[in-house]
């Protein structure tokens, strides 16, 4: 709900679709579809792989090639056992904060549908003051399905189906809206967007430039090692998310300074190329957006890391998007970090010149 008399900024019907999309890593079969719907109409060429990555191709003719990735696998749940009286017990996909879990309502995708579950473990009632400080163990907490029995429960769930928070796109303030999975469908958008927009756009580009859409980020940056590997950039940039640190309860000193609304983050460290990172920068001084800087003293934890690795090396950038309450069922964005960072990068690729390789 919106606060009295404000009008909501509507998001781009594309990045709707893509946070209303349920895909755990290994499972991103609804975001694939619509990434397929968007992107495969206006590519030159259009791919798909293995390991579940989309790959979209634009100026297929051009040189360098620039590699645009952002992930779009989501954290998850999946079953793993189904005990007599119904109660669906499960093991975490990607890295969740395991004092939250409880509580939520869930949706599991199914080969017949979805099924609707609730998350449970024992009240607060019911514990002793030392269990109350306890952080529950993953075997200790349930999905509850309202099934009477282990029978019905197999009717309507298998072992090996996956399941996601189900909490759905919320706008706060005219600019601000809460999603369960910003991380990283808004990076995902952005890498696709881009590629959309250079398409209708009428000015000749020198570089080849490939979007991917990457799967299993969550549990090792998978999608990005083959992908990497398959496209073979001379330039690649990630797009993920980042921390926003404008919030009580973080220690600037330990964590940097981003906000929300303050523009996309540009990363400095060694996981990074000088010269991209410069290039990035030139671009957002000369578009007049804002933008942050991030410094990063060990290979991040996005796709970058795998990314500036593969065959001979890539000249590899990171352009996270500030967001609040990661890895939680309601994150946080500003619409405009999101759009400034589309900007930023159909500029850059607008800019990549014939020889450009990041060599220095």
């Not at 100026?59 to 669906?88: C, W």
């Not at 609730?118 to 009240?123: D, F, I, M, P, S």
């Not at 991917?212 to 398959?230: L, P």
Request: proline share 4%.
């Amino acid at each position: 709900m919106l606060l009295a008399n404000m009008t909501a900024i509507k998001p781009p019907e594309f990045l709707k679709a893509l946070l209303e999309a349920r895909s755990p890593s290994g499972y991103e079969h609804e975001v694939q579809a619509v990434v397929d719907k968007h992107l495969k109409p206006i590519a030159d060429s259009y791919e798909k792989d293995a390991i579940g990555n989309r790959i979209a191709t634009l100026n297929a003719k051009g040189s360098p090639t620039l590699m645009l990735a952002g992930h779009m696998d989501e954290l998850g749940f999946i079953i793993r056992y189904i005990d007599e009286k119904g109660f669906l017990y499960f093991d975490t996909i990607g890295g969740h904060d395991l004092t939250i879990i409880s509580g939520r309502r869930v949706s599991i995708l199914t080969a017949k549908g979805e099924v609707l579950g609730v998350t449970g473990k024992r009240a607060v009632h019911l514990m002793s003051p030392e269990d109350r400080k306890k952080v529950p163990k993953i075997h200790e907490l349930w999905i509850d399905i309202g099934a009477k029995d282990k029978k019905e429960a197999e009717k309507r769930v298998s072992i090996g189906d996956v399941a996601v928070y189900d909490h759905g796109y919320t706008q706060l303030t005219e600019k601000i809206a809460a999603a369960r999975a910003f991380d990283n469908r808004s990076g995902c958008y952005v890498v696709c967007e881009v590629l959309r927009r250079l398409a209708k756009s009428k000015k000749k580009l020198a570089t080849k430039v490939v979007s991917v859409a990457t799967a299993q980020e969550e549990i090792g940056t998978r999608g990005a090692i083959t992908s990497g590997y398959s496209v073979n950039p001379d330039i690649a940039i990630a797009v993920d998310v980042g921390h926003a640190t404008d919030h009580p309860d973080c220690d600037k000193k330990k964590f940097g300074e981003f906000k929300l609304g303050g523009g996309p983050i540009l990363c400095r460290g060694p996981n990074i190329n000088p010269i991209v990172f410069k290039k990035l920068e030139d671009c957002a001084k000369a578009l007049k957006i804002p933008y942050q800087i991030e410094a990063e003293a060990r290979p991040t934890g996005t796709d970058a890391r795998s990314i500036q690795m593969a065959r001979a090396g890539v000249a590899t950038a990171l352009v996270s998007l500030p967001l609040r309450y990661m890895h939680t069922p309601s994150e946080l964005m500003h619409l405009d970090d999101i759009e400034h960072a589309v900007q930023l990068l159909v500029r850059f690729a607008q800019s990549v010149k014939k020889g450009d390789n990041g060599a220095w």
